[in-house]
Protein backbone atom coordinates (compact mmCIF):
# COMPACT_ATOMS: atom_id res chain seq x y z
CA UNK A 1 0.00 0.00 0.00
CA UNK A 2 1.16 3.00 -0.70
CA UNK A 3 1.81 5.96 2.28
CA UNK A 4 3.83 9.05 2.84
CA UNK A 5 5.56 10.05 6.63
CA UNK A 6 6.75 13.06 7.67
CA UNK A 7 9.12 12.73 10.42
CA UNK A 8 8.21 15.90 12.87
CA UNK A 9 5.03 17.71 13.00
CA UNK A 10 6.64 21.10 14.05
CA UNK A 11 10.16 22.24 13.20
CA UNK A 12 12.09 25.31 14.73
CA UNK A 13 15.38 26.60 13.02
CA UNK A 14 17.02 29.88 13.11
CA UNK A 15 17.49 32.27 10.60
CA UNK A 16 20.19 31.66 8.35
CA UNK A 17 20.20 28.18 9.28
CA UNK A 18 19.78 24.67 7.61
CA UNK A 19 16.45 23.62 6.57
CA UNK A 20 15.88 20.04 6.73
CA UNK A 21 12.09 18.66 6.53
CA UNK A 22 12.09 14.41 5.90
CA UNK A 23 9.76 12.75 4.01
CA UNK A 24 9.81 8.79 3.74
CA UNK A 25 6.90 7.21 1.11
CA UNK A 26 6.39 3.94 0.44
CA UNK A 27 5.18 2.64 -3.14
CA UNK A 28 5.14 -0.42 -5.12
CA UNK A 29 5.65 1.30 -8.38
CA UNK A 30 7.75 3.82 -9.13
CA UNK A 31 6.32 7.54 -7.60
CA UNK A 32 6.20 11.03 -8.60
CA UNK A 33 6.90 13.15 -5.54
CA UNK A 34 6.14 16.39 -4.61
CA UNK A 35 6.56 19.10 -1.92
CA UNK A 36 4.28 21.59 -1.34
CA UNK A 37 3.91 24.91 0.77
CA UNK A 38 1.17 26.27 2.40
CA UNK A 39 1.29 29.41 3.62
CA UNK A 40 -1.26 31.24 6.58
CA UNK A 41 -4.98 31.32 5.22
CA UNK A 42 -3.97 30.16 1.56
CA UNK A 43 -4.08 27.54 -0.27
CA UNK A 44 -1.40 24.58 -1.16
CA UNK A 45 0.80 25.57 -3.54
CA UNK A 46 4.11 23.31 -5.43
CA UNK A 47 7.56 23.69 -4.30
CA UNK A 48 9.19 21.18 -6.41
CA UNK A 49 8.63 17.52 -7.75
CA UNK A 50 10.14 14.53 -9.01
CA UNK A 51 9.08 12.55 -11.82
CA UNK A 52 12.02 10.95 -13.61
CA UNK A 53 15.26 11.75 -14.46
CA UNK A 54 17.89 13.75 -11.96
CA UNK A 55 17.01 12.75 -8.67
CA UNK A 56 18.20 16.28 -7.28
CA UNK A 57 15.62 18.73 -7.88
CA UNK A 58 15.63 22.55 -7.41
CA UNK A 59 12.22 23.97 -6.80
CA UNK A 60 11.35 27.76 -5.79
CA UNK A 61 12.74 30.07 -2.80
CA UNK A 62 15.86 27.66 -2.61
CA UNK A 63 14.70 24.85 -1.69
CA UNK A 64 15.60 21.50 -2.99
CA UNK A 65 15.16 17.92 -2.44
CA UNK A 66 16.93 14.52 -3.41
CA UNK A 67 14.66 11.17 -4.39
CA UNK A 68 17.04 8.22 -2.62
CA UNK A 69 15.36 4.94 -3.98
CA UNK A 70 17.35 3.14 -1.32
CA UNK A 71 16.27 4.97 1.51
CA UNK A 72 12.54 5.61 -0.31
CA UNK A 73 12.88 8.99 1.13
CA UNK A 74 12.86 12.37 -0.78
CA UNK A 75 13.56 15.07 2.07
CA UNK A 76 13.53 18.89 1.80
CA UNK A 77 16.36 21.31 2.37
CA UNK A 78 17.38 24.89 2.20
CA UNK A 79 20.85 26.08 2.88
CA UNK A 80 19.87 29.00 4.99
CA UNK A 81 16.28 29.80 6.37
CA UNK A 82 14.54 33.39 5.89
CA UNK A 83 11.62 34.28 8.25
CA UNK A 84 9.63 34.21 5.31
CA UNK A 85 9.94 30.23 4.69
CA UNK A 86 7.97 30.09 8.07
CA UNK A 87 4.67 28.03 6.80
CA UNK A 88 3.66 24.87 6.53
CA UNK A 89 5.62 21.62 3.89
CA UNK A 90 3.60 19.09 2.67
CA UNK A 91 5.28 15.87 1.30
CA UNK A 92 2.82 14.03 -1.14
CA UNK A 93 3.14 10.96 -3.33
CA UNK A 94 1.19 9.71 -6.67
CA UNK A 95 1.29 6.60 -8.54
CA UNK A 96 -0.85 5.01 -11.45
CA UNK A 97 -0.91 0.80 -11.42
CA UNK A 98 -4.51 0.20 -12.76
CA UNK A 99 -5.68 3.16 -10.58
CA UNK A 100 -5.03 6.08 -9.75
CA UNK A 101 -3.51 7.23 -5.79
CA UNK A 102 -2.08 10.70 -4.89
CA UNK A 103 -1.59 10.83 -1.03
CA UNK A 104 -0.54 13.94 1.04
CA UNK A 105 1.66 13.56 4.53
CA UNK A 106 0.05 15.02 7.21
CA UNK A 107 2.50 18.30 7.06
CA UNK A 108 5.47 19.55 8.94
CA UNK A 109 4.78 23.39 10.35
CA UNK A 110 8.78 25.23 10.00
CA UNK A 111 9.47 28.26 12.34
CA UNK A 112 12.15 30.28 11.90
CA UNK A 113 13.77 32.03 14.97
CA UNK A 114 15.13 35.77 14.89
CA UNK B 1 -5.90 33.27 -15.95
CA UNK B 2 -7.37 33.01 -12.30
CA UNK B 3 -6.52 29.24 -11.94
CA UNK B 4 -8.70 27.12 -9.11
CA UNK B 5 -11.61 29.77 -7.46
CA UNK B 6 -13.78 28.58 -4.41
CA UNK B 7 -16.47 30.60 -2.65
CA UNK B 8 -17.67 31.46 -0.36
CA UNK B 9 -14.07 32.24 1.38
CA UNK B 10 -16.13 31.58 4.71
CA UNK B 11 -19.53 30.08 6.21
CA UNK B 12 -21.21 29.46 9.32
CA UNK B 13 -23.88 27.07 8.95
CA UNK B 14 -26.07 25.65 11.86
CA UNK B 15 -26.23 21.85 12.55
CA UNK B 16 -28.62 20.16 10.05
CA UNK B 17 -28.68 22.91 7.09
CA UNK B 18 -27.76 22.35 3.86
CA UNK B 19 -24.94 24.39 1.67
CA UNK B 20 -23.17 23.79 -1.77
CA UNK B 21 -19.33 25.01 -1.84
CA UNK B 22 -18.28 26.12 -4.90
CA UNK B 23 -15.34 25.25 -7.52
CA UNK B 24 -14.44 26.76 -10.49
CA UNK B 25 -10.89 25.81 -12.61
CA UNK B 26 -10.02 27.58 -16.25
CA UNK B 27 -6.75 25.57 -16.81
CA UNK B 28 -8.69 22.63 -18.80
CA UNK B 29 -8.05 20.10 -16.11
CA UNK B 30 -9.29 16.82 -16.08
CA UNK B 31 -8.88 16.00 -12.48
CA UNK B 32 -10.80 17.56 -9.64
CA UNK B 33 -10.83 16.71 -6.01
CA UNK B 34 -12.28 18.19 -2.53
CA UNK B 35 -10.01 17.98 0.51
CA UNK B 36 -10.86 18.91 3.83
CA UNK B 37 -8.14 20.19 6.48
CA UNK B 38 -7.90 19.52 10.08
CA UNK B 39 -5.53 20.83 12.42
CA UNK B 40 -2.60 18.56 12.54
CA UNK B 41 -4.40 16.09 10.09
CA UNK B 42 -3.10 17.40 6.82
CA UNK B 43 -5.41 17.03 4.30
CA UNK B 44 -7.93 14.37 3.75
CA UNK B 45 -9.52 13.83 0.08
CA UNK B 46 -13.45 14.12 0.33
CA UNK B 47 -14.35 13.31 -3.45
CA UNK B 48 -12.42 13.58 -7.04
CA UNK B 49 -13.39 13.45 -10.54
CA UNK B 50 -11.51 12.26 -13.71
CA UNK B 51 -13.57 14.19 -15.75
CA UNK B 52 -17.16 15.33 -16.66
CA UNK B 53 -19.56 12.90 -15.44
CA UNK B 54 -17.36 10.91 -13.71
CA UNK B 55 -16.92 10.77 -9.42
CA UNK B 56 -15.65 8.49 -6.95
CA UNK B 57 -15.41 8.77 -3.04
CA UNK B 58 -11.86 9.64 -1.34
CA UNK B 59 -10.92 8.62 1.93
CA UNK B 60 -13.75 10.75 4.20
CA UNK B 61 -16.83 10.58 1.50
CA UNK B 62 -19.77 10.51 4.04
CA UNK B 63 -21.56 13.39 4.94
CA UNK B 64 -20.96 15.36 1.49
CA UNK B 65 -21.75 14.71 -2.63
CA UNK B 66 -20.59 16.23 -5.36
CA UNK B 67 -21.52 16.40 -8.91
CA UNK B 68 -19.15 17.03 -12.48
CA UNK B 69 -21.59 18.35 -15.21
CA UNK B 70 -18.53 20.53 -16.55
CA UNK B 71 -14.89 20.65 -16.59
CA UNK B 72 -14.67 23.29 -14.85
CA UNK B 73 -16.64 23.09 -12.22
CA UNK B 74 -16.80 20.90 -9.01
CA UNK B 75 -19.01 21.74 -6.68
CA UNK B 76 -19.31 20.27 -3.36
CA UNK B 77 -22.51 19.68 -1.22
CA UNK B 78 -23.09 19.40 2.85
CA UNK B 79 -26.79 17.96 3.04
CA UNK B 80 -27.23 17.51 7.21
CA UNK B 81 -24.26 19.90 8.29
CA UNK B 82 -22.90 18.42 11.25
CA UNK B 83 -20.37 20.25 14.14
CA UNK B 84 -17.95 17.13 12.48
CA UNK B 85 -17.42 18.87 9.15
CA UNK B 86 -16.07 22.26 10.64
CA UNK B 87 -13.33 22.05 8.81
CA UNK B 88 -11.40 23.71 6.54
CA UNK B 89 -12.14 22.54 2.15
CA UNK B 90 -9.90 22.94 -0.45
CA UNK B 91 -10.73 22.31 -4.12
CA UNK B 92 -7.77 21.39 -6.13
CA UNK B 93 -7.32 20.20 -9.99
CA UNK B 94 -4.84 18.84 -11.88
CA UNK B 95 -3.61 17.91 -15.80
CA UNK B 96 -4.25 14.84 -17.76
CA UNK B 97 -2.63 11.59 -15.90
CA UNK B 98 -3.84 12.99 -12.74
CA UNK B 99 -0.19 12.17 -11.11
CA UNK B 100 0.67 15.82 -11.87
CA UNK B 101 1.03 18.85 -9.52
CA UNK B 102 -1.76 19.67 -8.18
CA UNK B 103 -3.33 23.28 -8.32
CA UNK B 104 -5.30 24.13 -5.43
CA UNK B 105 -7.68 27.05 -4.22
CA UNK B 106 -7.76 29.36 -1.73
CA UNK B 107 -10.42 27.28 0.61
CA UNK B 108 -13.27 27.76 2.24
CA UNK B 109 -13.46 27.80 6.09
CA UNK B 110 -16.58 25.96 7.51
CA UNK B 111 -17.95 26.44 10.99
CA UNK B 112 -20.76 23.97 12.19
CA UNK B 113 -22.87 25.07 15.19
Known amino acids: AQSVTQLGSHVSVSEGALVLLRCNYS??????LFWYVQYPNQGLQLLLK??????LVKGINGFEAEFKKSETSFHLTKPSAHMSDAAEYFC????????????FGTGTRLKVLA | NAGVTQTPKFRILKIGQSMTLQCTQD?????MYWYRQDPGMGLKLIYY???????DKGEVPNGYNVSRSTTEDFPLRLELAAPSQTSVYFC????????????FGPGTRLLVL
Open chain 2, 27 to 31: MNHNY
Open chain 1, 27 to 32: SSVPPY
Open chain 1, 50 to 55: YTTGAT
Open chain 2, 92 to 103: ASSGQGGVETQY
Open chain 2, 49 to 55: SVGAGIT
Open chain 1, 92 to 103: AVSTFSGTYKYI
